[in-house]
């Protein structure tokens, strides 16, 4: 038999005692007598468990189940929160308890989160409800700052008071299996904000929401990269996913992929204000559903976007942004009576833009005249000079360098014959490729031509083809050069092209189409 000396034997009993008395990997509620009726502010005590618990290095406090009242609970490091199945943490509806204005938060904090089968509820309606004027309520239900290695995984986050959750300046987050459900007429409760924020992973979790879903932000020269969103069902009363509108650093390097869409008035949107760059942003394998009833109220004038990128100023002095590299694949739209609107700016194109295998569904006419582009900000009151939502199309594009359109499919089941539509309509475009562009209408135009471009150059159109119409399939304004179609269907079609200008020889090919 091997001996071991004494010394070893001491070395061994010292490590056990030192750890049997420093870890205590989990703290029950249940053990510290806090009261969980739902009526009883328990924040402090709470929070004397959570101190504890890091103090000792970490570990998780659970809560079994029961009503657990708080303001501003600050989450620290390598401490988890473990909701259990009947466990709701309930915001106070005392504004005074909030000090800071969070209900849930943590300031430069590590390797800690919130997990379980529970639910947070922000108590929020009783900060809105019936209610006029400038609401007093917490500034957010969860506010993460400056910190890293956050999880938050399977819990239910209902009836929030502000926006739902902030990631500001955060590095790391795993956000996973969640619920997070808000009245539709929930003011600002947005979803799930990364703000200057890197490396943050959204997935498998369902949103419906008074606000926007997923909404990335950047400041004070800090970008937003690396964002993953992947296998959620959203709902929102404003957009889905909104890139901007404060937008001072870039944003940048993210995908939004198998993502179902129901019932939102913008469905993917860009609002690029503050003079951040917005590029390398893919969105693929998504369903996008717009608004199913819009009425066209005084405060939504612009309608519904499937899709809508935008530049614009906040400040006519201010400085301008940059989109470029931005990736649309197998995207099903079905829209109620909207449309989509890609518009840059005079001075500052977008550019490099793909759309490929683009199914796009539309049920509805309704008139664009007097229609205005949603702004994100309700400081601009004057018409924008890239304002081009009240053409009647169904894509609009302005301002554009590098236009990549392939396998795009337009069904339209109207059948009123009210209010025509251009399938595209663009307007100083540089370099505009379309391929294997189909459309199928209940009743064709008679006045509007499918396609139409402006003040562009470098136009081409390739294994195309269009159902019957009485009207041009391609009609060009002034300032258009360089136009190419071959191997289109053109049999349908009674007039191919029409120009409000004699085009110099050379200017346009036409070959190898079918009639």
Known sequence: MKKYSSAFFILIFSVSLIFAGSEKSIYNIGDYKIANDGKTNVTKEIQAV??????????????????????????????????????????????????????IYAMKAKNFGIKGEGTIDGNGEVFWKGKTGELVRPNRLLFFDESSYIRIEGIKIFNSPNWNMELQFCDFAWIDGIT??????????????????????????????????????????RPTENLVVTNCVMRSDDSAIKLGTRSEAPIRNCIFSNIIIKDTQYGLAFFAKDGGTFENIRFSNISIETALKDDNSNDRPSGSYAIFLDIEKRKEEGPISYIKNVYFNDITINSNDGHILVAGWP??????????????????????????????????????????????????????????????????????????????????????????FKNSVATPNKALSLFHFENSTDISINSSSACKTDSPFLSLGKNVSDVTLMYNDFRKVKEIYKSVTELPKGEIYIENNRR
């Open 180 to 221: 997070m459900i808000s009245p539709q007429d929930a003011p600002n409760t947005d979803g799930i904000d990364p703000t200057s924020s890197t490396n943050i992973f959204i997935s498998n979790s369902y949103f419906d929401l008074g606000d926007d879903v997923i909404c990335p932000k950047s400041l004070k020269g």
């Open 50 to 103: 959570i101190d504890e618990c890091t103090g000792a290095g970490g570990g998780t406090v659970y809560f079994p189940a029961g009503t657990y009242m708080i303001a501003a609970l600050q989450l620290k490091d390598n401490v988890y929160l473990e909701l259990s199945a009947g466990a709701t943490l309930f915001g106070s509806p005392v504004m005074d308890d909030y000090n800071p204005k969070y209900t």
């Open 347 to 436: 001075e500052q194109k977008i550019e490099n833009l793909y759309f490929s295998n683009i199914n796009y569904n539309l049920y509805n006419h309704r008139t664009f005249e007097g229609s205005k582009k949603p702004r994100g900000v309700k400081s601009l009151k004057n018409k924008a000079i890239n304002d081009y939502s009240d053409i009647p199309s169904n894509f609009t594009f302005a301002y554009v360098k590098n236009l990549n359109i392939d396998n795009l499919v337009i069904t339209d089941y109207d059948s009123s014959g009210k209010y025509e539509r251009h399938m595209i309509w663009g307007k100083d475009i540089e370099g505009v490729h379309i391929n294997q």
